[in-house]
């Protein structure tokens, strides 16, 4: 996927690559650090989020082959559900990000696969 509100402000014309301006910007600023360079399977600790849209970037890394499954995850206050899952499978670097319209307060990441030499994921979301 192209860079993620964190990297860009701009998006490009599909078909002539010509930047032009994309209100990618989040609505208040802030960024959480939810995984950093995790190169083991769990869940990591729960963050706090306002309801609304919160934007969530992946990064994977590593030596050669790639791999690793993730799992954002909602809770009611006393168990956790799935909110959405990101794969991701690539050569040293992959990215990624995706949206996710939170209507929830309590928000985890819970990596569920990860492989690879060196391996390790790093998650944040903003809003």
């Known amino acids: 996927m192209a860079n993620s509100p964190f990297q860009s402000n701009l998006a490009s014309d599909l078909q002539t690559g010509t930047p032009i301006p994309a209100s990618l910007s989040l609505a208040n600023g802030v960024v959480v650090l939810m995984a950093n360079?995790?190169?083991?399977?769990?869940?990591?600790?729960?963050?706090?989020?306002?309801?609304?849209?919160?934007?969530?970037?992946?990064?994977?890394?590593?030596?050669?082959?790639?791999?690793?499954?993730?799992?954002?995850?909602?809770?009611?206050?006393?168990?956790?559900?799935?909110?959405?899952?990101?794969?991701?499978?690539?050569?040293?670097?992959?990215?990624?990000?995706?949206?996710?319209?939170?209507?929830?307060?309590?928000?985890?990441?819970?990596?569920t696969a990860i492989s690879g030499t060196g391996a390790a994921i790093t998650v944040r979301a903003g809003y």
């Open 37 to 111: 360079a995790i190169t083991a399977t769990g869940a990591q600790p729960a963050a706090t989020f306002p309801k609304g849209m919160t934007d969530f970037t992946f990064l994977l890394t590593g030596t050669g082959a790639v791999s690793a499954t993730v799992v954002i995850e909602k809770s009611d206050g006393v168990n956790w559900f799935t909110a959405a899952t990101m794969t991701l499978s690539g050569t040293n670097s992959v990215k990624d990000s995706d949206w996710l319209d939170n209507v929830w307060n309590q928000l985890r990441v819970n990596v």
